[in-house]
Antibody, heavy 126, light 107 residues
Framework: QVQLVQSGAEVKKPGASVKVSCKAS????????IHWVRQAPGQRLEWMGW????????KYSQRFQGRVTITRDTSASTAYMELSSLRFEDTAVYYC???????????????????WGKGTAVTVSS | DIQMTQSPSSLSASVGDRVTITCRAS??????LNWYQQKPETAPKLLIY???SLQSGVPSRFSGSGSGTDFTLTISGLQPEDFATYYC?????????FGGGTKAEIK
């Protein structure tokens, strides 16, 4: 079945970096976009950026520009999100999710996220 | 960035009730609006995309409408499994901003 499997929980110190992985299965990885969305405790969802798994193009939220890097390894059908210069307020659950690309659906520009990973808890603590 | 404001922030309803949740954008976003449902400790689930298109597999009691700045999600006949938090998301801008959420609780 179609699924996104994320890496396990992380605990990091302020100033460190964290890299979370998202392995896709059950569909053609390169035909979709992978988004990263985070949710701090009790807070709303917050979109961080996306990568077109086919051509590697990326787009980042201005809020995270310069601190977030999204990459992918097509041979492993895996996307990665690295967040640097961690702060206490980066403590959150980080989700990956897919949306279709121009090669797979007509309305790709609505960026609707139809499959989500279970989330990876990242705790920033001294 | 575009601001997305949902109302109410929480609601209390009974099984079988018709429930309407509103989402307002700070500027026109045409129909670039998606709705998600999230239950505690789980990932969001896509319900509606492009303001009114029902995602495959989602029950027909869920419907969406609106364009421009004002949108609604309607649940016609609330079921026990529908008690959750609902989020709208605009995909018109480069910010892909989510609303603050509406928590639906059992009366």
């Amino acid at each position: 079945q179609v699924q996104l499997v994320q890496s396990g929980a992380e605990v990091k110190k302020p100033g460190a970096s964290v890299k979370v992985s998202c392995k896709a299965s059950g569909y053609t990885f390169t035909n979709y976009i992978i988004h990263w969305v985070r949710q701090a405790p009790g807070q709303r969802l917050e979109w961080m950026g996306w990568i077109n798994a086919g051509n590697g193009n990326t787009k980042y939220s201005q809020r995270f520009q310069g601190r977030v890097t999204i990459t992918r390894d097509t041979s492993a059908s895996t996307a990665y999100m690295e967040l640097s210069s961690l702060r206490f307020e980066d403590t959150a659950v980080y989700y990956c999710a897919r949306s279709c690309s121009s090669s797979t659906c007509r309305y790709y520009y609505y960026y609707y996220m139809d499959v989500w990973g279970k989330g990876t808890a990242v705790t920033v603590s001294s | 960035d575009i601001q997305m404001t949902q109302s109410p922030s929480s609601l209390s309803a009974s099984v079988g009730d018709r429930v309407t949740i509103t989402c307002r954008a700070s500027q026109s976003i045409s129909t670039y609006l998606n709705w998600y449902q999230q239950k505690p400790e789980t990932a969001p689930k896509l319900l509606i995309y492009a303001a009114s298109s029902l995602q495959s597999g989602v029950p027909s009691r869920f419907s969406g409408s609106g364009s421009g700045t004002d949108f609604t999600l309607t649940i016609s006949g609330l079921q026990p499994e529908d008690f959750a938090t609902y989020y709208c998301q605009e995909t018109y801008s480069t910010g892909l901003t989510f609303g603050g959420g509406t928590k639906a609780e059992i009366k």
